[in-house]
Every structure is written in structure tokens, then in C-alpha cells.
């Protein structure tokens, strides 16, 4: 199961946040809505900060507060890799946790093509 907002894995820490809308229009767009969301804790609190700031009082406000929260933490607002945003944005602990597994994945290919070569050698000579 995945968080309906940044679509991370749920595991045991999910929370079902519902809409207090009434769905019984003979609106089209109201007989596909969801009624409920499964959130990781995460999103559940920043859309939980976003009732608490608006002053709306209106029928959809969670869906509103769901598209705000989506819109900054949905799986569109992280930039990938390969785009120079997510470079920009690196900080040092980040920067440090990518060159140490940049360094344990070059020492554990280097390592494994000696151990190949090395009984390679050892089967051909006998």
C-alpha cells in the first residue's frame, strides 16, 4: 500500500485521513471521488497543519488541504538525480551519504572483479 500523496510505502505507520464532503450529488466528478486517503505520518501531519491554517469551513476542505500538500510533497515536487535542480538542493549530510555509497559500490566492484580474476587464475593452472 502507498501514501495517496508521495506515494512512498505504507507500512504499519498509515493513517486514513476522510473527507467530510457529502458524495450523494448526481455530480459526475462527486461519484468518483474518494471519500478516504491513506497517508504516511508525514503527509498526514502537513495536511493536518494545512486545516489548521485555512480559514475555510467549506464541505471539501480536506480534498483542498490534500492538493496543497500534494503539490509540495507529491511525487512531481522531488526532483530526480539527472535533473541539476536536484543537485542545487544537496545538502552535506546528503552530499556525504552519497559519496560514502559511491565509494562502498566502486570498493565492493573492485574487490569482486579481483575475487573473479583471482579464481579464474586459480582454475585455469589446475
Same mark, same amino acid.
Given at each position: 500500500?502507498?501514501?495517496?500523496?508521495?506515494?512512498?510505502?505504507?507500512?504499519?505507520?498509515a493513517?486514513?485521513? *476522510? &473527507?467530510?464532503?457529502?458524495?450523494?450529488?448526481?455530480? *459526475?466528478?462527486?461519484?468518483?471521488?474518494?471519500?478516504?486517503?491513506?497517508?504516511?505520518?508525514?503527509?498526514?501531519?502537513?495536511?493536518?497543519?494545512?486545516?489548521?491554517?485555512?480559514?475555510?469551513?467549506?464541505?471539501?476542505?480536506?480534498?483542498?488541504?490534500?492538493?496543497?500538500?500534494?503539490?509540495?510533497?507529491?511525487?512531481?515536487?522531488?526532483?530526480?538525480?539527472?535533473?541539476?535542480?536536484?543537485?542545487?538542493?544537496?545538502? &552535506?549530510?546528503?552530499?556525504?551519504?552519497?559519496?560514502?555509497?559511491?565509494?562502498a559500490?566502486?570498493?565492493?566492484?573492485?574487490?569482486?572483479?579481483?575475487?573473479?580474476?583471482?579464481?579464474?587464475?586459480?582454475?585455469?593452472?589446475?
Open positions: 500500500m502507498r501514501c495517496a500523496v508521495c506515494e512512498r510505502n505504507l507500512h504499519e505507520a493513517v486514513r485521513i *476522510e &473527507d467530510g464532503a457529502d458524495s450523494t450529488d448526481d455530480d *459526475e466528478s462527486a461519484q468518483h471521488a474518494h471519500s478516504w486517503w491513506d497517508l504516511c505520518t508525514r503527509c498526514h501531519q502537513a495536511v493536518q497543519r494545512e486545516l489548521a491554517r485555512t480559514d475555510i469551513r467549506a464541505a471539501a476542505r480536506v480534498r483542498i488541504a490534500l492538493a496543497v500538500v500534494a503539490a509540495e510533497h507529491g511525487p512531481g515536487a522531488r526532483p530526480r538525480f539527472w535533473d541539476e535542480r536536484y543537485w542545487d538542493h544537496l545538502d &552535506d549530510t546528503q552530499v556525504n551519504r552519497l559519496l560514502l555509497w559511491l565509494f559500490v566502486a570498493f565492493g566492484v573492485h574487490a569482486a572483479a579481483f575475487i573473479a580474476v583471482a579464481a579464474y587464475v586459480a582454475a585455469v593452472r589446475h
